[in-house]
Nanobody, 113 residues
Framework: QTQLVESGGGLVQPGGSLRLSCTAS??????VGWYRQAPGKERELVAT???????NYADSVKGRFTISRNKAFTTMFLQMNNLKPEDTGVYYC?????????WGQGTPVTVSS
């Protein structure tokens, strides 16, 4: 079955860190980015990684988040440091299956004291 599975979300205090993982089942899926959706808001881009490792970040997370992939391009990570309450939301992994977008089910992140 062609799918993406996220893990690593949870509850963390402001200033804390989390590491999200996204694993592709099916070698034809290429994980390419992380998105998030806060309560009552639209889904937004967090970070993407393409080609030879070219990365792009939303301004709100630059310097705090790092996106990476393993060499087989089957697992993608998002290292999140210095988390803020405004980082709260459901984080989704996006991949490409040919020309089709594939989404994971999401993993919730809550930043609160």
């Amino acid at each position: 079955q062609t799918q993406l599975v996220e893990s690593g979300g949870g509850l963390v205090q402001p200033g804390g860190s989390l590491r999200l993982s996204c694993t592709a089942s099916g070698s034809a899926i290429n994980p390419v980015g992380w998105y998030r959706q806060a309560p009552g808001k639209e889904r937004e881009l967090v970070a993407t990684i393409i080609g030879g490792g070219i990365t792009n970040y939303a301004d709100s997370v630059k310097g705090r988040f790092t996106i990476s992939r393993n060499k087989a391009f089957t697992t993608m990570f998002l290292q999140m440091n210095n988390l803020k309450p405004e980082d709260t939301g459901v984080y989704y992994c996006k991949g490409l299956y040919g020309s089709r977008d594939v989404w994971g089910q999401g993993t919730p992140v809550t930043v609160s004291s």
